[in-house]
């Protein structure tokens, strides 16, 4: 089924060591054919200047860290058999530096001079540290490899956004794959890889599953299973933390496998800018006290932007280590439970950033980060080292600890590894890229010829035009090209290698290349991609000439993938579900030259369109409401005109004007001052049954049908923390939550003493059929604190649009 929309008027290379390692700062090479080692670097690491702070990176020299021993695993081996139990942590924007064993020592010698995380260092010196592992440039990818088991441009992920955040359907999750071999699973926390009906993790393979509303830190309005709106009270970590344990807790008592997926939103910047926003330090970032206090009582005093990172990671240090905590003071959890832990994208710096303060934070030295991937602060930063090198922790049964490894692995490998553990192989779904490393995990491991001879490749791909453009006009102006079935055309020119080349990277031994430059580093053991590390002729010109054959059969492959440069396919009525978010910037075709699309589809000529795939599951009667900002009506001058068509059916009853339509004329946008940016506007019913008829109508705006009464905001003048059955909060969480809950109260209690909702005043709501003046003022809250713009019918799957600037939502949103 086809959905398309038009606008009828406008007014405006070495080898890794053979086996496990100790020390995190050696490397050993081996001679392979053209790729060799052997191979000189322009220059040695050596520099006249002295560094800019002792231990840590400079020039092509890595910094001095503190080593640990490796002994025999802590976790005695599975016997033959028996099923193991999985967390997998994925935090948002923790990268390989975010970790306080990764930072040279305090003048103490035993702290970090940095990041605090005692308890993930603690993780690792119990486990196994890989200390070659690469993420993706930015989040929704990252996700859909960790969860597919697959390269994100393999599955239907291309970006952040712009519709190409989720995987395809035909995609099987990690909790397809485990539920088929007959484990119980469950996810937590951040989801971006889909919103719409259908793809969402209840949808995907997680048969419990807590999705938060994005970036609300306190007193989350979560969603569960199925989408059903749950208040909760307390902090968002803590709260999914408790709900975890309860999870785990019932697992204990049936005896089942499990494999739980948390997802922090922990260490993302501030997402939530609302009307009178101010970019700076104290709103980007999510800032907990006592943390941030005792961050800057280190010596030396970081910068605001490190010290406001290094506390929120503080805090959620203490988080896990409540949860790992849980784990091993169960008899029947700590002895079968393996929890891998990594971040999925490079970390996010501020856009301006002293190079002293940049060195602390990234005391690697490693060039590039994710904020200069989606901003386009430096050269190739998409895929940079920085951006793309992270760090993944393992910790379980018969698993050494202390142990470091510096084996090539990726985010696709995680998936294939756990299904291997858990005997979970004769499973269904796509070919996966990755392939196990479980042979690495036991004591005594050696690699296989196949995993230290690899070549890895990605597609380096950011906001900025300048790291990617053809990939920019692809999702933005053009859209592949569909065949006769209107499936994406395989191949195209749109998809050819020559037009991407210049935004791959590739990883082969010790040796990094870049497509758009054709240079290639050395990496060293350190990663830092500077002159000193550059290859030169005579030896440079055979290993890019190789690494330009392998990239461009890698990607002849992912055109090839049935579900890559996909959409989604917005599912209608699945299994009886009332509401359906149809996101124009799923487009699939649009109208080439005047349309654009971004968070939205943005027309700018009378006759524009955009059309979506769409799957009808049960015929009916279809309330539509548009969701649309129209800046040339907002004056309300009467000179524009502004009329919505909305047509549904198959592509030939589209073409043939016999689909189902209904048009409308749209008013201005954000009418209600103080109201989200976007409106809703309730532009008629669409019959998806045998008759097709539609009819245009004027339904009032009100409270969503189905608004539980607890969402009603807690009280203002509860101050106390909240309680939690599992999890155990430490006096600085409870300190934490007591500031929170003691500013909360001071902003309401000054907004109702203006007669304030959002910057407006509160209008009378008068007692209607979608409830009285209570409820009405409760919506309305909730607009404010979620950023739901009217027109919302049912209270199921309420759509937020992005809340900063589109051109920024692929760094900001999900």
């Not at 060591?17 to 053209?34: D, L, M, V």
């Not at 142990?403 to 294939?416: Q, R, S």
């Not at 739901?788 to 019918?793: A, C, E, F, K, L």
């Amino acid at each position: 089924m086809l959905m398309c929309e038009s606008h009828a008027a406008a007014g405006d290379l070495a080898a890794e060591s053979s086996s496990n390692t100790s020390s995190s700062s050696s490397s050993t090479h081996e001679q392979h054919g053209a790729l060799s080692p052997s191979a000189e670097s322009s220059g040695s690491s050596s520099n006249q200047e002295e560094p800019f702070l002792p231990n840590y990176a400079y020039g092509c020299k890595g910094p001095t860290l503190q080593s640990w021993p490796q002994g025999p695993p802590r976790v005695p081996p599975l016997s033959p058999g028996q099923n193991p139990n999985f967390i997998m942590i994925l935090v948002d924007d923790m990268g390989y530096d975010d970790i306080g064993l990764h930072h040279p020592r305090a003048p103490d010698g035993v702290r970090s001079a940095g990041a605090q995380t005692p308890n993930i260092d603690k993780l690792i010196k119990s486990g196994m540290s890989f200390t070659n592992f690469y993420s993706a440039p930015l989040c929704a990818m990252g996700r859909a490899e960790f969860l597919t088991g697959r390269s994100w441009t393999r599955t239907g992920t291309l970006f952040n956004g712009f519709g190409y955040d989720a995987f395809s359907l035909s995609e099987a999750t990690m909790g397809d794959v485990m539920q088929q071999a007959g484990y119980m699973t469950a996810h937590y926390g951040k989801w971006h890889n889909g919103d719409a009906l259908g793809y969402e993790p209840w949808w995907r393979g997680f048969s419990e599953a807590w999705l938060p509303s994005k970036y609300i830190p306190l007193d989350n309005l979560m969603r569960h299973n199925r989408g059903t709106y749950v208040q909760t009270k307390g902090l968002m970590e803590q709260v999914l933390a408790n709900k975890m344990m309860a999870w785990m807790k019932e697992r204990e008592e049936d005896g089942k496998p499990f494999m739980i997926y948390y997802a922090p939103y922990a260490i993302h910047r501030n997402v939530n800018r609302t009307k009178g926003f101010k970019n700076d330090v104290d709103n980007i970032y999510f800032q907990p006290e006592p943390y941030l206090s005792k961050i800057l009582a280190q010596d030396p005093t970081p910068d605001p932007h490190n010290a406001r990172v290094w506390s929120y990671l503080a805090y959620l240090d203490e988080v896990l280590g409540g949860i790992f905590d849980f784990v091993a003071a169960s008899p029947k959890l700590a002895g079968n439970t393996y929890i891998m832990l990594t971040g999925d994208n490079g970390p996010g710096l501020p856009l301006v950033s002293d190079p002293l303060e940049r060195l602390r934070r990234l005391p690697s030295g490693m060039q590039g980060d994710k904020t200069a991937a989606a901003l386009g602060t430096f050269p190739t930063a998409a895929g940079s080292e920085g951006s793309l090198r992270n760090h993944l922790a393992v910790w379980g049964p018969g698993v050494p600890s202390g142990a470091t490894d510096d084996t090539l692995l990726t985010l696709a490998d995680v998936l294939p590894t756990m299904a291997e553990l858990a005997n979970a192989t004769n499973t269904k779904h796509r070919k996966w890229s990755g392939r196990s490393f479980a042979n690495l995990l036991a004591e005594g491991g050696r690699k296989r010829r196949s995993q230290a001879a690899r070549f890895h490749f990605v597609l380096g791909v950011s906001a900025d035009k300048g790291q990617c453009p053809p990939l920019m006009e692809l999702m933005q102006r053009q859209l592949p090209d569909l065949g006769p079935d209107r499936e994406v055309l395989r191949p195209q020119p749109l998809l050819s290698y020559d037009v991407y080349k210049r935004c791959i990277v590739g990883r082969y031994r010790d040796f990094k290349w870049y497509g758009v430059s054709n240079k290639v580093y050395r990496m060293n053991g350190t990663h830092i991609e500077k002159p000193c590390n550059e290859v030169r002729d005579p030896h440079k010109s055979s290993i890019a000439a190789r690494f330009d054959a392998e990239a461009a059969a890698w990607w002849q492959s992912v055109v090839a993938e049935p579900d890559s440069f996909t959409k989604p396919v917005y599912q209608l009525g699945l299994q009886g579900e009332e509401a359906s978010n149809v996101e124009a910037e799923g487009a699939v075709q649009i109208t080439r030259g005047s349309v654009t699309v971004s968070s939205r589809a943005n027309y700018t000529r009378v006759g524009d369109n955009v059309c979506m795939k769409a799957t009808l599951h049960t015929p009916g009667h279809y309330t539509v409401t548009a969701m649309y900002i129209a800046s040339a009506l907002a004056s309300g001058s009467g000179r524009y005109r502004a009329e919505f068509r909305l047509l549904v059916g198959k592509a030939s009853e589209v073409a043939a004007g016999s689909a189902a339509s209904i048009t409308s004329v749209l008013g201005p946008s954000a009418q209600r001052p103080g109201s989200p940016a976007s409106s809703g506007s309730i532009i008629g019913l669409v019959d998806l049954s045998s008759t097709r008829a539609a009819t245009a109508a004027a339904l009032a705006l009100g409270v969503p049908a189905g608004m539980p009464l607890d969402t009603i905001a807690l009280s203002s003048t509860d101050v106390q923390p909240a309680e939690y059955e599992h999890f155990k909060p430490t006096p600085d969480m409870l300190e934490l939550e007591r500031r929170m809950r003691a500013a909360t109260r001071q902003a309401s209690t000054y907004i109702e003493a203006e007669g304030q909702w959002g910057g407006q005043v509160s209008p009378q709501a008068s007692s209607s059929s979608s409830g009285g003046a209570g409820m009405q003022q409760a919506w309305w809250k909730l607009q404010q604190k979620y950023g739901w713009p009217d027109g919302q019918v049912v209270f199921k799957s309420l759509y937020a649009p992005c809340p900063v600037d589109p051109g920024q939502c692929s760094e900001s949103c999900g």
